[in-house]
């Protein structure tokens, strides 16, 4: 007598979902993209030395230093040139983490794999914005020791507890990923590298010096640029009050602080959602 040994019944596979993406495998994926740049690297640590440079310079050239801390000016520390500098560079990079996804055509990659367009440039402003923060942070207090080191030769070295170092420290260090989040609303904007280049720059260091102070419209569209806000909160003393021009205001350029990169991340946002890669 033979047993008839039954073959298991197979079943068809059925194909496993992937989860979706979150949030943090996002980050960590726009993280590679930017440090797997040559040239990241090398971009961030000359302009860091050209930045700290500049305040060195500007700080030994400097002809008004006396023999007491009331002597200090913050602009010894923080050269308008050399952040000025800085914001250019800092918005070209900005603008690079979309428009060299777009002119590669990486981004078609990027948007089959994760369809949530929104995300992924969150994702991108959250990065940027981390980096930026980490290198300003980094130029500001480089630029204020150095500059310090230089002062305590002639005995008008300050702490950073004297009055208005502290702030302007600050605003130097938030200059930075301020006009990278500005670029990369650019970048989403415009896609095309050249164009958002000259775009960043003509809106973050060009424009803001065409407008008079004197003019109370004129005043208020400088008011309103993130170079003339920076300026403001670098400046320890108080306006003149018999002066002509229409001056800013501390909080005021806090605020244009707050809503410039504000305003152009919900615009990266809003714009990739609705346009075609």
């Known amino acids: 007598m033979t047993t008839l040994a039954s073959a298991p019944a197979t079943t068809s596979a059925a194909p496993v979902a992937e989860p979706p993406a979150r949030f943090r495998d996002l980050l960590v994926s ?3 993209k930017v440090r797997s740049l040559r040239s990241t690297p090398w971009t961030l640590a000359l302009i860091a030395l050209f930045v700290i440079g500049s305040s060195a310079v500007a700080t030994m050239a400097d002809k008004a230093v006396g023999s007491g801390p009331a002597e200090f000016l913050p602009y010894d520390a923080y050269p308008p040139a050399g952040y000025m500098t800085l914001m250019l560079v800092a918005g070209s990079m900005g603008a690079l983490t979309v428009v060299s996804e777009y002119s590669s055509g990486l981004i078609r990659t990027t948007t089959v794999a994760v369809p949530a367009r929104g995300a992924v440039m969150a994702a991108k402003a959250v990065v940027t914005a981390a980096l930026w923060t980490t290198v300003g942070t980094v130029i500001s207090t480089g630029s204020f020791l150095v500059s310090q080191a230089v002062l305590n ?3 008008a070295g300050v702490p950073l507890t004297h009055p208005g170092v502290f702030r302007a420290l600050v605003a130097s260090a938030l200059l930075a990923p301020i006009c990278a989040l500005v670029g990369l609303g650019f970048g989403a904007l415009i896609r095309h590298s050249a164009t958002t ?3 960043s720059a003509f809106i973050l260091v060009m424009l803001p010096p065409t ?3 004197t003019a109370r419209w004129s005043a208020a569209m400088s008011h309103a640029m993130p170079a003339t806000a920076w300026k403001r909160l670098v400046q320890s ?15 005021g350029s806090w605020t244009v602080y707050a809503l410039w990169p504000l305003i152009a991340v919900a615009l990266a946002v809003v714009v990739v959602r609705h346009r075609d890669v």
């Open 30 to 32: 726009e993280w590679i």
């Open 153 to 155: 030769g002639h005995g």
């Open 197 to 199: 280049m000259v775009t």
């Open 211 to 213: 407008f008079s102070q």
């Open 237 to 251: 003393w108080a306006p003149d009050p018999h002066s002509l021009a229409y001056g800013a205001t501390v909080p």
